[in-house]
């Protein structure tokens, strides 16, 4: 038996997961659940250099965390041998040894006065990451102090 295509939107994919179980919508596309969860580091390489992003924001163990563009250069770079990093960009991000900075996530009707005052020492990254306050796992937007002017 041969492969076989499944096709779907990226928008209406992120709905059904949001909206029904996990296990659930990777049984309708033929992947598994674990599969549907986990991103190789060639996704995220990709997704930087298609938005032309420095951070990707990333949930892991109950919290945000930010991968930099350096940080994910540093990891490829690190294989020893050319042969060694063939196999880098497939590997999972829960197993990669990535440099990941926590990141700051504030609510949507946070005062700018209050970003201001988390600038520089508090935020490295000059990045925020709106986050709905009843489920802190939702990203609702990303912004840098260059947006506030």
Known sequence: MGWEYTGFQREELYEQVWTEAVSKVAKQYGISDVGLR????????????????????????GKWMLLSETGLLRYLRSASTPEDRV???????????????????????????????????????????????????????????????
């Open 38 to 61: 986990k991103k190789p580091v060639a996704q995220a390489r990709q997704l930087m250099l298609t938005h032309s992003i420095s951070y990707l924001p990333w949930w892991r163990e």
């Open 87 to 149: 196999g880098f960009p497939a590997r999972l991000l829960q197993d990669a040894s990535l440099d990941l900075a926590e990141a700051v996530t504030v609510a949507p009707d946070t005062k700018i006065e209050e970003l201001l005052a988390m600038l520089p020492p508090d935020n490295t990254t000059n990045l925020w990451l709106v986050v709905d306050a009843a489920h802190p796992e939702r990203l609702l937007g990303v912004f840098t102090p260059f947006d506030l002017l």
